[in-house]
């Protein structure tokens, strides 16, 4: 989100707080829960959160290692092994944010492997994601540039991973209603800000008033912040926890 030094406060007025019944069924929450008891539905809901969240993760291994295939080697064993084992069990619903669980279970992992003579040969016939390395975004962006240690930069990247899950939503639910066009004249006021274009421009490549185009805009903005909320939901652990880790998050965003 654009204008992030004021972006937060005016997230946290307009947005209200989850309640616990729309929190109960979360993926995370699935995830903590089958760390006592049997639940069918939880390899799943790991599975969908760690095939979001991926990214961050090699962000933080490739900060740390040159070979980018090494790293993808040991992305994906981390993942064999997190979805194999039930290492979601030993995560503590109480301080349970899959952000910090994840980021705990790599650094143990990589103890782990950095104490071996060899990280294992790839493959190795276990279960593995479908991991995007091949995207411009995997190969390019993580070539040390600055100084940024490799927390800071894990913390950044899952910011702008949540977020670009947050817009990509956004965009299919306009585009299943017809509304493309709406989404691409709309999207760049969803900071607030007016990002190069004016709502009588947006207006007329939309055949409609000016007093529509922000009413629409408004709206727009209504639904990512409702997106936001819902997204940020399934990893934590509980609803107390989500605005928190939306200040959290534009924190690192701004840094």
């Known amino acids: 989100i654009p204008n992030l030094e ?22 995370w929450s699935i995830v903590l829960a ?17 095939q979001s969240y991926w990214y961050p993760l090699y962000a933080y291994v490739r900060r ?3 070979d980018p295939h090494e790293a993808q080697d040991l992305i994906q064993e981390f993942f064999s092994r997190l979805l194999e084992q039930n290492a979601f069990a030993i995560a503590d619903p109480q301080r349970g944010r899959f952000r910090a669980f994840l980021l705990t279970s790599l650094r143990n992992f990589l103890t782990d492997q950095w104490n071996r003579t060899k990280a294992r040969k790839r493959g190795g ?8 390395f091949e995207s411009e975004k995997s190969l390019d962006a993580l070539e040390p540039t600055d100084d940024q240690t490799p927390e800071r930069l894990f913390d950044r990247q899952w910011a702008i991973t949540l977020m670009d899950l947050v817009m990509t939503r956004l965009r299919d639910e306009l585009v299943r209603a017809g509304k493309e066009l709406h989404f691409e004249q709309l999207k760049g006021f969803l900071g607030g800000g007016r990002t190069g274009t004016s709502y009588a421009k947006v207006a ?7 007093g529509a185009a922000m009413v629409a805009a408004h709206r ?10 819902e997204e940020i939901a399934q990893t934590v652990a509980s609803p107390d926890e989500v605005d928190d880790e939306i200040r ?3 924190t690192c965003l701004s840094r």
């Not at 007329?204 to 000016?210: A, F, K, P, V």
């Not at 727009?220 to 909320?229: A, N, P, Q, T, W």
Request: glycine share 8%; net charge positive; with cysteine.
């Open 125 to 132: 016939g276990q279960m593995r994601l479908s991991l995007n």
């Open 34 to 50: 089958a760390g006592q008891a049997d639940r069918p539905d939880s390899r799943q809901a790991l599975a969908e959160l760690c």
């Open 6 to 27: 004021s972006g937060y406060k005016k997230f946290m007025r307009s947005t209200p707080s989850s309640g616990s019944e729309e929190f109960a069924s979360t993926r």
């Open 204 to 210: 007329r490549e939309l055949g409609i008033s000016t």
């Open 248 to 250: 959290s998050l534009f």
């Open 64 to 66: 740390r290692i040159n």
């Open 220 to 229: 727009l903005r209504r639904r990512y912040r409702d997106l936001l909320r």
